[in-house]
């Protein structure tokens, strides 16, 4: 399966008044790690847009086990579950420059026809893409 590893520093917008990063922020730090997920493949938001695909998340998990600080450059890893299908499903780890992990955590998304909000299969691109 195709995995991939994207870096982001922490900006002092993303912490809280405790100093640490914001639990709400992770979520974004997920999509980072899909988007590029993606691009790493030849395939964005956006271009699935354009086909009239979409991709809303349906559900999403954290662990978090270590506070992440302003300033910290963080690694996000993301890794394909399993063969997508009419969900496509990851898996998340994100370490500190320490190489200290921070959080895990998992991530189901849709795929769906925008125009008539019904489930659709995962476009063949990605498929082969992925090798399938």
């Known amino acids: 399966?195709?995995?991939?590893?994207?870096?982001?520093?922490?900006?002092?917008?993303e912490t809280?008044?405790?100093?640490?990063?914001?639990?709400?922020?992770?979520?974004?730090?997920?999509?980072?790690?899909?988007?590029?997920?993606?691009?790493?493949l030849g395939v964005t938001y956006k271009d699935m847009e354009i086909s009239g695909i979409m991709l809303p998340v349906i559900s999403i998990n954290f662990k978090f086990l270590k506070s992440a600080l302003y300033d910290d450059v963080l690694t996000i890893k993301t890794f394909l579950?399993?063969?997508?299908?009419?969900?496509?499903e990851f898996e998340y780890e994100i370490v500190n420059q320490n190489?200290?992990?921070i959080?895990?955590?998992?991530?189901?998304?849709?795929?769906?026809f925008s125009k008539?909000?019904?489930?659709?299969r995962?476009?063949?691109?990605?498929?082969?893409?992925?090798?399938?």
């Open 103 to 112: 959080c895990t955590g998992s991530s189901v998304l849709a795929f769906m």
């Open 81 to 88: 579950k399993k063969k997508p299908m009419v969900k496509i």
């Open 122 to 132: 995962c476009p063949d691109h990605l498929l082969k893409s992925l090798g399938y």
């Open 116 to 120: 008539t909000m019904k489930p659709a």
């Open 99 to 101: 190489n200290e992990l």
């Open 1 to 13: 399966m195709k995995n991939s590893s994207t870096q982001t520093r922490i900006r002092y917008s």
């Open 16 to 40: 809280d008044q405790m100093g640490v990063v914001y639990h709400g922020n992770y979520a974004q730090f997920f999509e980072l790690g899909r988007t590029e997920w993606l691009r790493s």
